[in-house]
Every structure is written in C-alpha cells, then in structure tokens.
C-alpha cells in the first residue's frame, strides 16, 4: 500500500514536470511555429534581455494597462474642452481606463484605452471596434505634462472615427493579422483595389521584440538547448556577417519615413534583405528633400558629409540596438571625436564657447532640437499649436551656432 503511494507520487510529479517542460516547448507564437518569443532568449542572452525589455522598442505598442498608461486621470487634470457643452473626460472605471464624451453635462459616448502606441515622448491610444482599431482623439504629450489633441485632430469636435491600420502596427509591432477584401477592380490598370476590414486582437505581438530585428530564431534556441557547449551561434542571421548597408536596411525598414510606395509589408523584412525589394524608391537618397525629424532619421543621416565621406557610420556608430538613445550628450561628443580627433573651431567660435563646452557639446550645435512638421497638437482651450520637438540627424552647421 505504502509503495503503490510513493509510486503515485512519483508518477504524478513526472507527469507535472514533463507538462512544465512542454509549456514552454509548447509555446505558440502568433507568427507561427520558426519563432520562439523573447522570453526564450533570456535564458542565454539575459544583458540583451534586460536592456531591450525596458527600451521604447519594447514599448513602441503595449496593452492599456495601470503600470503602462500616460497621463492624468485625477479631477482638474483629466478634461480636455471642445466648447461650453463639450467637453471629453479621462475617466478610470473598474480598472479599465475611457475617453468619455460629455454633451451638457450627459454621457454620450465612451471608448476604452486598449492598445497605446509610444512611451517617450507622447502616447496616442486605440480602442477596438468591430475587429478593428479606432485612434483616441486625445493623446498625452510629455512636454505638456499634459492631454491634447490626438496628431491632426480638431480641437473643436471629438472624432471616433480614424482607423488605426496595419501600417502604424508594422513599425510599432512584431505582429498583427489582417485580412484584406477586393472591393473593386480598376479597368485601367487591371488591379484590385484591396481594402483592409480585419485584424485580429489575438495576434498582436505588443513592441519591436528580438526577433523582430533578429528574425526567427525557433531553430537557434532549439539547437542551442540541444548542445549547450557549442559557442558559435547557430541557425541566426549574424548583424557581423552583413555589409552596411544591410545593417542600415535592418532600421532604415521603420526609420526612414513612411514612403507610400510600398510594395511589401514591412512585417516580412528580415535582417539581411534589401530595403529596395520593399520599397519602389531609395529610402533617404533625395538630396534635396525635406525630411521630417519624426520617423526620418535615416533621411537625414544621409544628407549628412559625416555619413556621405565615412564608409564605417551607420545607426550603431552612435545607438545600442538594444537601448535607448542616451541622454548623455556628452557619451556622443566622443563619439564624434573618434574621426574629428583635434578638431579646431575657428577664432570666432572658440572666442565665444570654452573649450570645454565645445568639446561636451557637439550634439547641441551640430545636431540641434528642431521642430516637427509633420506633428503638431493643440492643447485644451488653447488657440496655439505645439510643437514637437526632436534633434535633427542631419549633422551639419547650423545659422544658429553662430
Ligand atoms: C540555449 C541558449 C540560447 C538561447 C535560448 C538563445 N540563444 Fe542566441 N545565442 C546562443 C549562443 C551560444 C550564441 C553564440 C554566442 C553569443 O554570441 O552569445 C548566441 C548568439 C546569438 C546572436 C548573435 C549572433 C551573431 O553571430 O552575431 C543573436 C542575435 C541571438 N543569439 C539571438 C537570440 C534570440 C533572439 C533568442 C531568443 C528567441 C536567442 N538567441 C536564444 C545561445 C542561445
Ligand atoms: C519594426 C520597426 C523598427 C525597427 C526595425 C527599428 N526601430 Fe527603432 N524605433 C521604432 C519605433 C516605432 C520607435 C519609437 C518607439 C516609441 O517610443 O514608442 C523607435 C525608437 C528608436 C529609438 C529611440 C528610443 C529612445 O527611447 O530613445 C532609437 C535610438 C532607435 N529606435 C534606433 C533603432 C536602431 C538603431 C534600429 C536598427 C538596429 C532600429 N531602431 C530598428 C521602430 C523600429
Ligand atoms: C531594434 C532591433 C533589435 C532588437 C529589438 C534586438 N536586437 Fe539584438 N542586435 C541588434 C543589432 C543591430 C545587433 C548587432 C549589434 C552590432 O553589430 O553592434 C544585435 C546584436 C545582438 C547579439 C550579439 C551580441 C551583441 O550584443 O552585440 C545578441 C546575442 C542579441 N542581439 C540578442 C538580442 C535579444 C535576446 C533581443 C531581445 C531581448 C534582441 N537582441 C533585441 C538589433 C536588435
Ligand atoms: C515608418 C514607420 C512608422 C509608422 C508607419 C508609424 N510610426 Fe509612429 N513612430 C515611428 C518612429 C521611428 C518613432 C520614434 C522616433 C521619431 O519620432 O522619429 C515614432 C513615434 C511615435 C509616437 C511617439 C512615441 C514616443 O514614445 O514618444 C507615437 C505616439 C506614434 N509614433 C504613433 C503612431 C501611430 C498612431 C501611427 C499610425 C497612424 C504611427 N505611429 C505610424 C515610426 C513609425
Ligand atoms: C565615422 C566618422 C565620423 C563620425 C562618428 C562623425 N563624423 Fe563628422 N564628419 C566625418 C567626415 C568624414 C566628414 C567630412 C569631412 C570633410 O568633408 O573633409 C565630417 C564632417 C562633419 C562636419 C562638417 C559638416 C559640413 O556640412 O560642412 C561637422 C560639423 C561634423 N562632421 C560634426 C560631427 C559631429 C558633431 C559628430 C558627432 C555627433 C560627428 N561629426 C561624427 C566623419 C564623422
Ligand atoms: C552621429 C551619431 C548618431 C548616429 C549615426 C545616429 N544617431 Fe540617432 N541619435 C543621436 C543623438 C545625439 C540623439 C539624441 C539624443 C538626445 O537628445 O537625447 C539620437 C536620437 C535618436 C532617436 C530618438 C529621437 C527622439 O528624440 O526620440 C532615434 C529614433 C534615433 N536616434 C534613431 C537613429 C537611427 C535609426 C539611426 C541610423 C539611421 C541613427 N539614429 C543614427 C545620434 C546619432
Ligand atoms: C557652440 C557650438 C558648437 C559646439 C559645441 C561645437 N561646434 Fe563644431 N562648429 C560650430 C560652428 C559655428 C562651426 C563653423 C565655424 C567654425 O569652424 O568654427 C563648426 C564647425 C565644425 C566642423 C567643420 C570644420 C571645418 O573646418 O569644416 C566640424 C568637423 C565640427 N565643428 C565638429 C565639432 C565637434 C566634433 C564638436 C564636439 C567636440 C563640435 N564641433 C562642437 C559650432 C560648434
């Protein structure tokens, strides 16, 4: 009797064991059975991990939780007032966060956060309808501490209605399925129009994950929890082994401006691939555009003699794929001082900035903060337009250095 109970026991602990070990083998990612998800990865590659976790990248979508959600909700910081009978209230009920329209004191409308895009700079929210999502029409801006008008929206009237598509999903997420219908045929050019009318909730991948940047890495991860000795990564596309401007392509695909000229979904590029098969022009190469400081860095990078005359620089000269961009000027300025070495300003401007100044600050003339044409807002009860400001990536010297 004794020896049946101890057999039972062990029996049910190898079964609890086997399924604990199957949970994991077992994990299904959205994107299908060659990726492995990048909780995987932490148990070989827990620095990477750990940066890239708390990154923007990681947090470029996320679900509308407590923890993850910008902005007030408190009385006396939650309203945004489109006119004396309208107003649009930041509300917390059960847990679950709204944008309430109120008309005459009445409740006409509400729509929940549920999925937020960005955490940096400002935060635009979505909620979801009918298998699709909608953009909230406030957002939080950090430079307003503060709700205002959603990027385009009316500061007089509340708008429901703006789809967030596929598009936003392919720069700021790892994954989300959606169907498309042909709607109509055009006669002229014998092509379908395609129309997107679904995506599903349950496929999303929230932020830029591992292998969003790495591609899938089922196969790596599975080698290498066969033969834990071998040191020389298996099964994965090494950034090492590419040329620069394959690494360039690997940022360029969401740092180079949302070019209508799309022939793929950004979604299928992986490491090594060529931006051109994605897109009909050459990211960046327009010497005389004028390209936005938001989404464009690349854009501007190339206008730059620094990029043009060096055959080394691309995004990692001066960013840590798996962090944020530092806010230590200073970290830059050796940057730049790695090919400027004994750089001499002229009598003009070493007359008017010290020497240590100079050599701290070279981001601050060279790559100044400059407003954004392309994004604007408006505060609650404010005629003015913000502006939002980001450092330009055209290295170069500016009037204002002067
Ligand atoms: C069982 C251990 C293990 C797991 C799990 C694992 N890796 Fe690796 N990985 C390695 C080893 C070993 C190397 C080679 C040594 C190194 O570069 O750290 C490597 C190297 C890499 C490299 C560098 C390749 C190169 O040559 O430049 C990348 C990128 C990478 N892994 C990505 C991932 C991703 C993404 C995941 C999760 C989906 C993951 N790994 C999970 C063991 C693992
Ligand atoms: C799949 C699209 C995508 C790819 C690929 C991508 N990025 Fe990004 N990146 C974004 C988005 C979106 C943000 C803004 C995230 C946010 O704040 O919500 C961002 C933010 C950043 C930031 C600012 C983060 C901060 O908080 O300071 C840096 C720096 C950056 N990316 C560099 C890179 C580099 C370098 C590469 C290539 C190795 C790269 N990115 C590849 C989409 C991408
Ligand atoms: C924004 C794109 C991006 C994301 C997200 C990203 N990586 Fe990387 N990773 C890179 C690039 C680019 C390199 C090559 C860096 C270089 O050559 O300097 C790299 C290099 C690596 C390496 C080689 C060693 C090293 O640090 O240079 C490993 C291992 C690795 N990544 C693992 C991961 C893991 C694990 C994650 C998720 C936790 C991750 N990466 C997320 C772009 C990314
Ligand atoms: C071509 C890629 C791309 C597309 C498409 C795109 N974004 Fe972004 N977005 C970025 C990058 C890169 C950044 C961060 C750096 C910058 O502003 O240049 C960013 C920044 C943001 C931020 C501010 C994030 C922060 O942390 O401060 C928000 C909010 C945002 N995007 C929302 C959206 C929405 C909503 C859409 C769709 C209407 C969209 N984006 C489409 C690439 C893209
Ligand atoms: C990989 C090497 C490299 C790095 C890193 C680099 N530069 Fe340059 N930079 C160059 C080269 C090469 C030129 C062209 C010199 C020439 O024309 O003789 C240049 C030109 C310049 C010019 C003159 C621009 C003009 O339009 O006349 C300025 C200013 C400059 N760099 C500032 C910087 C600053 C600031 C940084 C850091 C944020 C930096 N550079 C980082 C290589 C680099
Ligand atoms: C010569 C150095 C240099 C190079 C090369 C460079 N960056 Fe940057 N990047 C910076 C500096 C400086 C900042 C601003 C940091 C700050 O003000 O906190 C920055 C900030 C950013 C940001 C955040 C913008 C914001 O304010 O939120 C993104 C995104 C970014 N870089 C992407 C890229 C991409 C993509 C590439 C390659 C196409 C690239 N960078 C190449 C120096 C560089
Ligand atoms: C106070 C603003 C300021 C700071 C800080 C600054 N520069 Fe400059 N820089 C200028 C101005 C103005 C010029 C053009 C006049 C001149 O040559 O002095 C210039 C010119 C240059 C040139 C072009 C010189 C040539 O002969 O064509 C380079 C390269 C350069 N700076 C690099 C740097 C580097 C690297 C740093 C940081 C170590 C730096 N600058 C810091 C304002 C600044």
Not at 13 to 42: H, V
Not at 103 to 113: D, L, N, P, R
Not at 237 to 261: M, P
Request: with cysteine; hydrophobic share 30%; charged share 20%.
């Amino acid at each position: 009797m004794k020896k049946n109970c101890i057999l039972f026991a062990v029996v049910i602990l190898l079964a609890f064991l086997t399924s604990c070990k199957n949970e994991s083998d077992n994990y299904i990612d959205p994107r299908g059975t060659d990726y492995a998800g990048s909780e995987s990865c932490i148990q070989c590659h827990k620095t990477q991990y750990e940066t890239a976790f708390h990154s923007s990248h990681f947090k470029a979508t996320s679900p509308a939780t407590k923890e993850n959600i910008l902005g007030h909700f408190t009385n006396g910081h939650n309203t945004f007032v489109y006119d004396k009978d309208t107003k649009l209230v930041m509300e917390e009920r059960n847990d679950t966060f709204y944008q309430i329209l109120y008309k005459k004191g009445k409740e006409v409308e509400a729509h929940s956060f549920d999925v937020l895009f960005g955490t940096k700079h400002a935060q635009t929210s979505a909620f979801w309808k009918d298998h699709y999502t909608y953009e909230l029409p406030v957002s939080y801006y950090k430079s307003l501490n503060s709700w205002a008008t959603s990027p385009g929206y009316s500061p007089t009237v509340a708008n429901f209605g703006r789809k967030i598509g596929k598009e936003c999903y392919a720069c700021h997420s790892s994954n989300i399925a959606s169907r498309y219908i042909t709607t109509s045929s055009d006669s002229i050019n014998f092509t379908n129009m395609e129309v997107e009318d679904f995506m599903d909730p349950n496929t999303i991948v929230y932020g830029i994950d591992c292998e969003r940047c790495h591609g899938p890495a089922k196969q790596h991860v599975r080698k290498h929890l066969k033969f834990p000795d071998l040191k020389v990564a298996q099964d994965i596309t090494s950034f090492k082994n590419l040329n620069r401007q394959q690494k360039i392509d690997a940022c360029a695909i969401c740092h180079s401006g949302n070019d209508k000229l799309k022939v793929k979904s950004r979604f299928q590029f992986k490491p090594g691939d060529d931006l051109l098969d994605y897109f009909r022009g050459v990211p960046g190469s327009e010497e005389n555009a004028h390209f936005d400081v938001h989404g464009n860095q690349l854009g501007l990078l190339a206008q730059s003699k620094c990029f043009k005359k060096s055959e080394t620089m691309d995004c990692m000269t001066c960013h840590n794929p798996h962090a944020n961009a530092s806010e230590n000027l200073a970290s830059y300025s050796k940057i730049c001082m790695s090919c400027h070495q004994g750089i001499q300003h002229n009598a003009a401007t070493s007359k008017t900035t010290s020497a240590s100044v100079l050599a701290n600050n070279c981001v601050e003339c060279h790559m100044p903060k400059t407003m954004s044409n392309a994004i604007k807002f408006q505060a609650s009860n404010n005629k003015e337009m913000s502006n939002y400001i980001l450092r330009t990536h055209k290295i170069g010297i500016y009037s204002a250095n002067k």
